[in-house]
Nanobody, 117 residues
Framework: VRLVESGGGLAQAGGSLRLSCAAS????????MGWYRQAPGKQRELVAA???????NYADSVKGRFTISRDNAKNTVTLQMNSLKPEDTAVYYC????????????WGQGTQVTVSS
């Protein structure tokens, strides 16, 4: 399975960024697609996730500011990040979970998001 992330970069506080992730390869049926983040010295945490049926889950810290969406036909997941804050600065990782013979859980390589005050 290959996960290709795009987007990220530098934004000012109050600005917006958009992250995208495309999954390819022997992915079978993807159940959950999501984004996690890890700031320096902190544990990786869930930012947002979305199921194949469209159910979403957001971290409290991003509710109302971030929106996750997915295209099941293209096996892509997008995270629209608005009203960015300096505390959103982290490496963001795409995550996919699903079944192809067996259950799998794959991670992208990570993309840096930096928000300046």
């Amino acid at each position: 399975v290959r996960l290709v992330e795009s987007g990220g970069g530098l934004a000012q506080a109050g600005g917006s960024l958009r992250l995208s992730c495309a999954a390819s390869g022997s992915i079978g049926s993807i159940n959950v697609m999501g984004w996690y983040r890890q700031a320096p010295g902190k544990q990786r945490e869930l930012v947002a996730a979305i199921t194949s049926g469209g159910s979403t889950n957001y971290a409290d810290s991003v509710k109302g500011r971030f929106t996750i969406s997915r295209d099941n036909a293209k096996n892509t997941v997008t995270l629209q990040m608005n009203s960015l804050k300096p505390e959103d600065t982290a490496v963001y990782y795409c995550n996919v979970q699903g079944v192809y013979v067996l259950w799998y859980n794959y991670w992208g390589q990570g993309t840096q998001v930096t928000v300046s005050s």
